[in-house]
């Protein structure tokens, strides 16, 4: 008797985390990382945590707003934590962090954040495909879940593929305050 699948995949088996040591080559002229360098190893690490979420190649569709809070410096080694927070039907929002420290770990703190968006495409048509659910088990995890499809909506509108008024979960955020 075979094992049942399960309809969706822990957070968990889909974290990716990533590390890098900050060269010459990756900073600008004031000795910090440069920010399209960061830009790039974070679609890395989220479109690894997408595509073994999906089990399926993927491509970014979209990145959220990108914070950046502190300056990484020349000698840092910055950690990518990236982690799925919710699928939809073919898509799914994947939460990337980046915390800085010196090479001994001394100064540790949180750098960066961004949400990315992922389709999963078929290996050979190269169309968007189903992706499997999304089961959180931790509070974060289960915060993060819930939130997502207000980003998702916000996202939609501003890209104008939804218009405000069609926005259900933003229109009952909104109104909960009346």
């Known amino acids: 008797?075979?094992?049942?699948?399960?309809?969706?995949?822990?957070?968990?088996?889909?974290?990716?985390?990533?590390?890098?040591?900050?060269?010459?080559?990756?900073t600008n002229?004031?000795?910090?990382l440069m920010g399209g360098y960061l830009m790039r190893w974070m679609d890395i690490a989220c479109a690894i945590c997408a595509a073994r979420h999906c089990e399926s190649l993927v491509a970014t569709a979209s990145?959220?707003?990108?914070?950046?809070?502190?300056?990484?410096?020349?000698?840092?080694?910055?950690?990518?934590?990236?982690?799925?927070?919710?699928?939809?039907?073919?898509?799914v929002e994947i939460f990337v962090e980046v915390s800085a420290a010196d090479i001994t770990g001394a100064n540790p703190r949180q750098s960066n954040h961004a949400y990315f968006t992922f389709v999963a495409l078929d290996k050979s048509?190269?169309?968007?495909i189903k992706v499997p659910a999304?089961?959180?088990?931790?509070?974060?995890?289960?915060?993060?879940?819930?939130?997502?499809?207000r980003r998702r909506?916000?996202?939609?509108?501003?890209?104008?593929?939804?218009?405000?008024?069609?926005?259900?979960?933003?229109r009952n955020f909104f109104t909960e305050f009346k």
Do not use: W, Y
């Not at 809070?69 to 934590?81: A, F, K, M, N, Q």
């Not at 088990?137 to 499809?149: P, R």
């Not at 909506?153 to 933003?170: C, F, Q, V, Y």
């Open 63 to 91: 990145v959220d707003h990108i914070s950046f809070h502190e300056p990484i410096r020349l000698g840092d080694v910055i950690t990518l934590t990236a982690q799925v927070t919710r699928a939809f039907t073919t898509s």
């Open 153 to 170: 909506e916000l996202r939609l509108i501003l890209a104008g593929k939804l218009k405000p008024e069609e926005a259900m979960e933003l």
């Open 1 to 26: 008797m075979e094992p049942e699948k399960l309809e969706g995949k822990l957070v968990s088996i889909s974290k990716t985390v990533m590390t890098e040591m900050i060269m010459p080559n990756d």
């Open 125 to 128: 048509s190269g169309k968007p």
């Open 29 to 32: 002229p004031m000795g910090n």
């Open 134 to 149: 999304v089961i959180p088990i931790t509070n974060e995890e289960k915060k993060q879940f819930e939130v997502a499809s």
